[in-house]
């Protein structure tokens, strides 16, 4: 079945940079897009862009934009996510997940709690 | 501020029936891009409950259903059981900001 296990918990201070990763399973890892979205304590989810794993191409949130890179290693079935210049308010949990035939999210990985504290 | 509106908290009795609505605008679902469902128990990763407007994927319940109309998309759930005690939330294409998007979430209580 699919499965996505991500990387374990991260604790950074302002300014610093954390990677995420996402190693995926059970389908061939380079036919489906990977997105990333993130879900700060209490808060609602926030989609941070996406990944075409075949080709490399990302697309990232105009908020996030410049801020945060997203990179694959196909032979690993692995992607990543790497956030710069950390601030308190990027304190969330970092989900990855597959993309359907309509744009619909249909697996998730665990999630990765990201802590940017000082 | 979400892009697509939801209710922050609805409830209901063990049996019945709730809807929880999402409202966009015309850079979103009114622009006739897919509307999509998450469930998110406490301390877990959302799971994908509708696709598509009205689609369920393998293993959901027929208790759960979605529809769309004009600018806004609901989320139907009968039968209520206290397992359905949860966070709920749409998901969309929006134009405007060329990304995808979330409503702000719906907490759903069992009484």
């Known amino acids: 079945q699919v499965q996505f296990v991500q990387s374990g918990a991260e604790v950074r201070k302002p300014g610093a940079s954390v990677k995420v990763s996402c190693k995926a399973s059970?389908?061939?890892?380079?036919?489906?897009?990977l997105h990333w979205v993130r879900q700060a304590p209490g808060q609602g989810l926030e989609w941070m862009g996406w990944i075409n794993v075949d080709s490399g191409n990302t697309k990232y949130s105009q908020k996030l934009q410049g801020r945060v890179t997203f990179t694959r290693d196909k032979s690993a079935s692995t992607a990543y996510m790497e956030m710069s210049s950390l601030r308190s308010e990027d304190t969330a949990v970092y989900f990855c997940a597959r993309v359907g035939g309509v744009g619909e999210l249909m697996d998730w990985g665990q999630g990765t709690l990201v802590t940017v504290s000082s | 501020q979400s892009v697509l509106t939801q209710p922050p908290s609805v409830s209901g009795a063990p049996g019945q029936r709730v809807t929880i609505s999402c409202t966009g605008s015309?850079?979103?679902?009114?622009?006739?891009?897919?509307v999509h469902w998450y469930q998110q128990l406490p301390g877990t990763a959302p799971k994908l409950l509708i696709y598509g407007h009205t689609n369920r994927p393998s293993g959901v319940p027929d208790r759960f259903s979605g529809s769309k109309s004009g600018t806004s998309a609901s989320l139907a759930i009968t039968g209520l059981q206290a397992e359905d005690e949860a966070d709920y939330y749409c998901?969309?294409?929006?134009?405007?900001?060329?990304?995808?998007?979330f409503g702000g979430g719906t907490k759903l209580t069992v009484l």
């Open positions: 059970g389908y061939i890892f380079s036919r489906h897009a």
């Open positions: 998901q969309s294409y929006d134009s405007s900001v060329s990304g995808w998007v």
């Open positions: 015309s850079s979103n679902i009114g622009a006739d891009y897919d």
